[in-house]
């Protein structure tokens, strides 16, 4: 039985992950900052609930070691993120470089950068105990530097700073783990532009298009890729 961890799951893209996955016979356990939004969702799912602020080094290792105890971990899913306009239209907040400031930059990358080492570094240990481990970092296509510089394309027009700069941080990150632990199977995935409360449900697909390439690479074997970055037609460009 695989043991799958997702971060951020009681709603959006991860919910719809941990739906996915409890269906291909994962043992699923739904991360949620939230206990009670956490076991409803795990509730409706048959999943396992756990509750996980990735800002919170304290919560972090506590829903480690309660996964340790139920007998280790064999995928992390890395989902949990914020896009800095939840609740708002995407004109409001999407703050370009004349105006971003770290005060608004600061929390983003607590939870799209700082969240990922916090939680990868926690589980690292249950990872590497796993016969065929796997880690899903949920990155973005405005993480890639090459999109972002083609003009004449709707990511070269986004004009925000902190997000996609938090993503792209990201794709290192990926790419540097893989590395060092080249046992471990570890990707960057680009979802695309999908309605959920990260964008004000403004995405032009549903969580079920979205979530098709976590679900591919949360699935990987040993013999899989690692280190790359893909969306669901393939590799992508950094």
């Given at each position: 039985m695989t043991t799958t961890l997702i971060t951020g799951s009681n709603k959006g893209l991860g919910f719809e992950t941990a739906r996915r996955l409890v269906a291909a016979g994962h043992t699923v356990?739904?991360?949620s900052r939230d206990a009670e939004r956490g076991k409803r969702a795990a509730e409706q799912?048959?999943?396992?609930?756990?509750?996980?602020?990735?800002?919170?080094?304290m919560s972090v290792a506590a829903a480690a070691k309660t996964?340790?105890?139920?007998?280790?971990?064999?995928?992390?899913?890395?989902n949990a993120g914020i896009?800095?306009?939840?609740?708002?239209?995407r004109d409001s907040a999407e703050i370009g470089a004349a105006a971003v400031t770290v005060d608004l930059m600061r929390p983003i990358f607590d939870t799209n950068v700082f969240g990922v080492v916090r939680v990868t570094h926690?589980?690292?240990?249950?990872?590497?105990?796993?016969?065929?481990?796997?880690?899903?970092n949920v990155s973005s296509g405005l993480a890639s530097l090459t999109r972002v510089t083609t003009p004449d394309t709707p990511t070269y027009a986004y004009m925000g700073v902190a997000y996609p700069a938090s993503k792209a941080a990201v794709n290192m990150i990926t790419v540097q783990y893989a590395k060092a632990f080249p046992g471990i199977r570890i990707n960057a995935v680009e979802p695309g532009y999908t309605a959920?409360?990260?964008n004000g449900?403004?995405?032009?697909?549903?969580?079920?298009?979205g979530a098709e390439i976590i679900v591919r690479m949360a699935q990987l074997t040993p013999e899989g890729p690692t280190g790359g970055?893909?969306?669901?037609?393939?590799?992508?460009?950094?």
């Amino acid at each position: 039985m695989t043991t799958t961890l997702i971060t951020g799951s009681n709603k959006g893209l991860g919910f719809e992950t941990a739906r996915r996955l409890v269906a291909a016979g994962h043992t699923v356990y739904v991360g949620s900052r939230d206990a009670e939004r956490g076991k409803r969702a795990a509730e409706q799912l048959g999943a396992r609930a756990v509750v996980i602020d990735v800002t919170d080094d304290m919560s972090v290792a506590a829903a480690a070691k309660t996964i340790e105890a139920d007998g280790g971990l064999d995928v992390l899913i890395n989902n949990a993120g914020i896009s800095g306009f939840e609740g708002q239209t995407r004109d409001s907040a999407e703050i370009g470089a004349a105006a971003v400031t770290v005060d608004l930059m600061r929390p983003i990358f607590d939870t799209n950068v700082f969240g990922v080492v916090r939680v990868t570094h926690a589980f690292l240990p249950l990872l590497l105990r796993s016969a065929a481990p796997v880690v899903v970092n949920v990155s973005s296509g405005l993480a890639s530097l090459t999109r972002v510089t083609t003009p004449d394309t709707p990511t070269y027009a986004y004009m925000g700073v902190a997000y996609p700069a938090s993503k792209a941080a990201v794709n290192m990150i990926t790419v540097q783990y893989a590395k060092a632990f080249p046992g471990i199977r570890i990707n960057a995935v680009e979802p695309g532009y999908t309605a959920t409360d990260l964008n004000g449900h403004a995405g032009t697909q549903t969580v079920e298009e979205g979530a098709e390439i976590i679900v591919r690479m949360a699935q990987l074997t040993p013999e899989g890729p690692t280190g790359g970055y893909f969306d669901a037609a393939g590799v992508l460009p950094w």
